[in-house]
């Protein structure tokens, strides 16, 4: 019997970024850490995703923003079928007839709510489908805006900037390959300029993540040859020796750098080496779409449940 033509996760997820007309999504850095009236750091929404363990809710808030689209009302929204939310978070659908499940449905649903509850988005049913649309970033529940726009003359580490996820995010299938401690720990260096330093015992105050899913975030991010480290030593007035030693990153192709140094960034930052940055990737764009054409058509992973 011949095996049918149907739209799996990468198909799905590729056919409307390429629709967008995009080529990164911008995300504003309160989306990973807020400040309060003193200025003093404190966790963004993204801190709830990872201490809820809620990665395909993280998923499908990524790919809304990514394909959110500008309508006459000045809202950015998206109306599609739940079973499309479905395959584009990996959700398991039978691949002789393409009827997803009823589970990875549920799981949408599941997502929305919690999303709703975060205040990053508002919805309403629209006939068959749900017309999503994007809230604040910062999940105060405001009005969308781009977060981008009254940010000229800013660096990185001054005032609201901006993250700008390349889609090769989930072209090189980067949204499959890493775990939610990687996922979270590539946005919040991404708010970051080159050079930045990210101690393991700030995580939970400044993100609201745990000092050891953030080791791991930046372990796999290393070994996933995402970042790139450098150990600089800096004078400390209460250390026995006069001195701490203490790690400084910046992330690599696709994701980085950044071009601008992180306030953070020691004097003598040299960056990653040519050799590093062209070093062997997992996966590239051709790759990629060479794969989807390949595979075999209506192939997905089962999710596990959340």
């Given at each position: 019997?011949?095996?049918?033509?149907?739209?799996?996760?990468?198909?799905?997820?590729?056919?409307?970024?390429?629709?967008?007309?995009?080529?990164?999504?911008?995300?504003?850095?309160?989306?990973?850490?807020?400040?309060?009236?003193?200025?003093?750091?404190?966790?963004?929404?993204?801190?709830?995703?990872?201490?809820?363990?809620?990665?395909?809710?993280?998923?499908?808030?990524?790919?809304?923003?990514?394909?959110?689209?500008?309508?006459?009302?000045?809202?950015?929204?998206?109306?599609?079928?739940?079973?499309?939310?479905?395959?584009?978070?990996?959700?398991?659908?039978?691949?002789?007839?393409?009827?997803?499940?009823?589970?990875?449905?549920?799981?949408?649903?599941?997502?929305?709510?919690?999303?709703?509850?975060?205040g990053l988005i508002d919805r309403q049913r629209v006939g068959?489908?749900?017309?999503?649309?994007?809230?604040?970033?910062?999940?105060?529940?405001?009005?969308?805006?781009?977060?981008?726009?009254?940010?000229?003359?800013?660096?990185?580490?001054?005032?609201?900037?901006?993250?700008?996820?390349?889609?090769?995010?989930?072209?090189?299938?980067?949204?499959?390959?890493?775990?939610?401690?990687?996922?979270?720990?590539?946005?919040?260096?991404?708010?970051?300029?080159?050079?930045?330093?990210?101690?393991?015992?700030?995580?939970?105050?400044?993100?609201?993540?745990?000092?050891?899913?953030?080791?791991?975030?930046?372990?796999?991010?290393?070994?996933?040859?995402?970042?790139?480290?450098?150990?600089?030593?800096?004078?400390?007035?209460?250390?026995?020796?006069?001195?701490?030693?203490?790690?400084?990153?910046?992330?690599?192709?696709?994701?980085?750098?950044?071009?601008?140094?992180?306030?953070?960034?020691?004097?003598?930052?040299?960056?990653?080496?040519?050799?590093?940055?062209?070093?062997?990737?997992?996966r590239t764009n051709r790759s990629a779409k060479a794969s989807?054409?390949?595979?075999?058509?209506?192939?997905?992973?089962?999710?596990?449940?959340?």
């Amino acid at each position: 019997m011949q095996t049918r033509e149907i739209a799996d996760q990468q198909y799905t997820i590729e056919h409307y970024l390429e629709r967008s007309n995009r080529k990164t999504l911008p995300l504003d850095r309160r989306f990973v850490q807020r400040r309060d009236e003193n200025n003093r750091p404190g966790p963004g929404p993204l801190g709830e995703f990872v201490r809820r363990s809620r990665e395909t809710a993280l998923d499908q808030y990524l790919w809304l923003h990514a394909v959110a689209s500008s309508n006459n009302e000045g809202e950015f929204d998206v109306r599609l079928p739940a079973a499309t939310w479905a395959r584009a978070i990996g959700g398991y659908f039978d691949p002789e007839t393409g009827v997803v499940e009823p589970a990875a449905l549920h799981a949408v649903s599941r997502n929305w709510r919690l999303l709703q509850e975060f205040g990053l988005i508002d919805r309403q049913r629209v006939g068959r489908r749900v017309r999503v649309w994007l809230l604040a970033d910062d999940g105060s529940g405001d009005p969308y805006e781009h977060p981008g726009e009254g940010t000229e003359g800013k660096t990185l580490d001054d005032g609201p900037g901006y993250i700008q996820l390349p889609y090769a995010y989930w072209y090189d299938h980067w949204h499959e390959h890493l775990s939610l401690a990687a996922k979270a720990v590539l946005l919040i260096a991404m708010a970051a300029g080159d050079g930045f330093a990210l101690p393991y015992a700030k995580f939970p105050d400044w993100y609201g993540v745990s000092a050891s899913t953030g080791e791991r975030g930046l372990t796999e991010l290393r070994e996933g040859n995402l970042l790139h480290r450098e150990q600089h030593r800096r004078p400390d007035t209460e250390s026995p020796v006069g001195f701490s030693d203490v790690y400084h990153y910046e992330l690599l192709p696709p994701f980085g750098p950044r071009n601008a140094l992180s306030k953070s960034a020691p004097p003598f930052w040299s960056g990653p080496s040519k050799a590093k940055v062209s070093g062997k990737r997992r996966r590239t764009n051709r790759s990629a779409k060479a794969s989807r054409k390949t595979a075999t058509p209506g192939r997905t992973r089962r999710r596990r449940s959340e």
